[in-house]
């Protein structure tokens, strides 16, 4: 069964400072990986997503991840917070059930906080 | 179009009463899906529909529902409610390579 880790339930960064939450999968086969947001009272939003393309990926808001095989990583960063960015982020693996089912096993997700 | 719609935003309902969320998408997807969310916690997969067929039910009580009228639609038909049920309910739609497109949610409150 693939699951992930996300490191720290509460990360607090001032603004300007760089945002690095981190998450670490487990899957017997290679993965598809994502990255949600969620703002307070609202649904997920793709941030960005690794499909065994290019090990960087760049999503929207100016996040971006790196899928590092050998440390089983996909850490999102963002270089510079803004206050906007303060919601709560989970990381999710796909695992392909069958046909076109795909099942989100996701983190317990990281809470951004960003102070002024 | 990237978007999942879900109606209604806010339900409140008795423990005896009978209610409805709908979700549509116009992406073209084959699978979609319901899942619960419990405040402060990760979404947790209740069904999963494919080509309109029931493919996973993740052991959800009978008082849950589901229903795929058509490709575009989703149901979840709601009976007899727990207070403990109480939660936001998230429609998603995938696509290629398990992406999930998530709508906003209803958020229900069992009285």
């Known amino acids: 069964a693939q699951s992930v880790t996300q490191l720290g339930s509460h990360v607090s960064v001032s603004e300007g400072a760089l945002v690095l939450l981190r998450c670490n999968y487990s899957?017997?086969?290679?993965?598809?990986l994502f990255w949600y947001v969620q703002y307070p009272n609202q649904g997920l939003q793709l941030l960005l997503k690794?499909?065994?393309?290019?090990?960087l990926v760049k999503g929207i808001n100016g996040f971006e991840a790196e899928f590092k095989k050998s440390e089983t990583s996909f850490h999102l960063t963002k270089p510079s917070a803004h206050m906007s960015d303060a919601a709560e982020y989970f990381c999710?693996?796909?695992?392909?059930?069958?046909?076109?089912?795909?099942?989100?096993?996701f983190g317990k997700g990281t809470l951004l906080t960003v102070n002024p | 179009d990237t978007e999942v719609t879900q109606t209604p935003k806010h339900l409140v309902m008795g423990m005896t009463n009978k209610k409805s969320l709908k979700c549509e998408q116009h992406?073209?997807?084959?699978?979609m899906y319901w899942y619960k969310q419990k405040a402060k916690k990760p979404p947790e997969l209740m069904f999963v529909?494919?080509?309109?067929?029931?493919?996973i039910n993740e052991s959800v009580p009978s008082r849950f529902s589901p229903e795929c009228p058509n490709s575009s639609l989703l149901n979840l038909h709601l009976h007899a409610l727990q207070p403990e049920d109480s939660a936001l309910y998230l429609c998603?739609?995938?696509?290629?390579?398990?992406?999930?497109?998530f709508g906003p949610g209803t958020r229900l409150l069992v009285l």
């Open positions: 998603a739609s995938s696509g290629e390579q398990g992406v999930g497109y």
């Open positions: 899957s017997s086969v290679p993965p598809y």
């Open positions: 690794y499909t065994s393309a290019a090990t």
């Open positions: 999710a693996v796909s695992d392909r059930s069958g046909g076109s089912n795909y099942k989100l096993t």
């Open positions: 992406m073209g997807h084959r699978a």
């Open positions: 529909y494919s080509y309109e067929k029931l493919s």
